[in-house]
């Protein structure tokens, strides 16, 4: 894949380029945020779809 390392043992340092740098926390934030954005959504859809199913029902 254009790695210029023939074997582990030649790999040194941080994997990831944006390691100790502030965008550890800036992908954090975005991260927390898209989970939250998602519980948020698939709640408002779940208690959408409770209610059509109770009116569906006659009650």
């Known amino acids: 894949?254009?790695?210029?390392?023939?074997?582990w043992n030649d790999?040194?340092?941080?994997?990831?380029?944006?390691?100790?740098?502030?965008w550890e926390v800036i992908w954090l934030i975005v991260s927390i945020v898209m989970c939250l954005a998602?519980?948020?959504?698939?709640?408002?859809h779940e208690l959408d779809a409770y209610r059509k199913?109770?009116?569906?029902n006659g009650k």
Do not use: H, K
């Open 11 to 22: 790999v040194a340092g941080p994997i990831y380029m944006g390691a100790n740098s502030s």
């Open 53 to 56: 199913a109770d009116n569906g």
């Open 38 to 44: 998602a519980l948020w959504v698939g709640s408002r």
């Open 1 to 7: 894949m254009g790695s210029n390392f023939d074997t």
